[in-house]
């Protein structure tokens, strides 16, 4: 059998009533470099555009897309499927934490319960008329993004990676993952590049020279990928604990979406 028939064989359907013309994965290495902020804006940005967005929230021990969008109401279920939550900017959002009545209990799936969950989003959840949806994954390159690259039909991914994960080659990992898998890669995003000072302007790079280019120049899949450096921005961590992520508005991805929205 050949490579790509057999990657064809793990892909799931779609619930037959819903609609997804784009599916986006955001990966990283690694825990914690943001790649719920970067599937946030990068929502908020597509969203602003008039494109019916979406928000897959495939952390299910950790999900964080709720909080940071302020969402109270559960989703509802009706029969088989479930229906997903709007955001106050209109993003259609499927999490765990939209379906558990207490947030704060831990999630104590295995492995293959967790897996489970994630393909039920993709089969069960009535997506309406999706022009582009993200997915926002949980770290590393363990079982759900596999499960994740396996049985939905990613059109790419963006990989996010903080400048010291550059340095020890953890981004690296999550490159090859995807090379493995056969799935593009939009863009490479530096988060927390650099802090820009209220007072002065100047940008002072806290952690240090960006090695991205470097990185991306090594892999054949990566060279002509854009790269999109973020500032650490301190508002954002305000906005995220008050739900109003929906509020802040950037331009960071707009030459990106102009290459996935064509
Ligand atoms: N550029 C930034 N400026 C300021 N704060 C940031 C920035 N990027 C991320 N943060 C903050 O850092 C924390 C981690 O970010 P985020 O949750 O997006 O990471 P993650 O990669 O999704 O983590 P996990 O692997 O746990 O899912 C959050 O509190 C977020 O608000
Ligand atoms: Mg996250």
Same mark, same amino acid.
């Given at each position: 059998?050949?490579?790509?028939?057999?990657?064809?064989?793990?892909?799931?359907?779609?619930?037959?009533?819903?609609?997804?013309?784009?599916?986006?994965?955001?990966?990283?290495?690694?825990?914690?470099?943001?790649?719920?902020?970067?599937?946030?804006?990068?929502?908020?940005?597509?969203?602003?555009?008039?494109?019916?967005?979406?928000?897959?929230?495939?952390?299910?021990?950790? !999900?964080?897309?709720?909080?940071?969008?302020?969402?109270?109401?559960?989703?509802?279920?009706?029969?088989?499927?479930?229906? !997903?939550?709007?955001?106050?900017?209109?993003?259609?959002?499927?999490?765990?934490?939209?379906?558990?009545?207490?947030?704060?209990?831990?999630?104590?799936?295995?492995? !293959?319960?967790?897996?489970?969950?994630?393909?039920?989003?993709?089969?069960?959840?009535?997506?309406?008329?999706?022009?582009?949806?993200?997915?926002?994954?949980?770290?590393?390159?363990?079982?759900?993004?596999?499960?994740?690259?396996?049985?939905?039909?990613?059109?790419?991914?963006?990989?996010?990676?903080? !400048?010291?994960?550059?340095?020890?080659?953890?981004?690296?990992?999550?490159?090859?993952?995807?090379?493995?898998?056969?799935?593009?890669?939009?863009?490479?995003?530096?988060?927390?590049?650099?802090?820009?000072?209220?007072?002065?302007?100047?940008?002072?790079?806290?952690?240090?020279?960006?090695?991205?280019?470097?990185?991306?120049?090594?892999?054949?899949?990566?060279?002509?990928?854009?790269?999109?450096?973020?500032?650490?921005?301190?508002?954002?961590?305000?906005?995220?604990?008050?739900?109003?992520?929906?509020?802040?508005?950037?331009?960071?991805?707009?030459?990106?979406?102009?290459?996935?929205?064509?």
């Amino acid at each position: 059998m050949s490579e790509d028939r057999r990657m064809e064989q793990f892909k799931i359907d779609l619930n037959p009533e819903a609609k997804v013309d784009k599916v986006i994965g955001i990966v990283s290495g690694k825990g914690g470099v943001g790649k719920s902020l970067v599937t946030s804006l990068v929502a908020n940005s597509t969203a602003a555009r008039g494109i019916n967005t979406a928000i897959f929230d495939a952390d299910i021990t950790g !999900p964080s897309i709720p909080k940071c969008y302020g969402l109270n109401s559960k989703a509802t279920v009706e029969g088989e499927t479930i229906i !997903p939550v709007r955001t106050d900017n209109g993003i259609q959002v499927m999490s765990i934490n939209l379906l558990l009545e207490d947030v704060t209990q831990p999630v104590i799936f295995r492995g !293959p319960v967790i897996a489970n969950t994630v393909r039920q989003f993709w089969t069960d959840v009535l997506w309406d008329d999706v022009g582009v949806m993200y997915v926002d994954m949980p770290p590393g390159t363990g079982d759900v993004p596999l499960t994740v690259f396996q049985s939905l039909p990613l059109d790419g991914i963006i990989v996010v990676a903080s !400048p010291q994960d550059l340095v020890n080659m953890v981004v690296e990992k999550a490159v090859n993952m995807a090379t493995m898998m056969r799935i593009p890669i939009l863009a490479l995003v530096e988060n927390m590049a650099y802090y820009e000072c209220p007072d002065c302007g100047k940008k002072h790079k806290i952690y240090g020279d960006s090695h991205l280019a470097e990185v991306a120049a090594k892999h054949r899949a990566t060279k002509d990928s854009p790269i999109i450096e973020i500032p650490i921005m301190p508002e954002i961590a305000k906005l995220c604990d008050e739900g109003r992520i929906y509020d802040y508005k950037n331009n960071l991805f707009d030459g990106l979406l102009d290459s996935i929205v064509d």
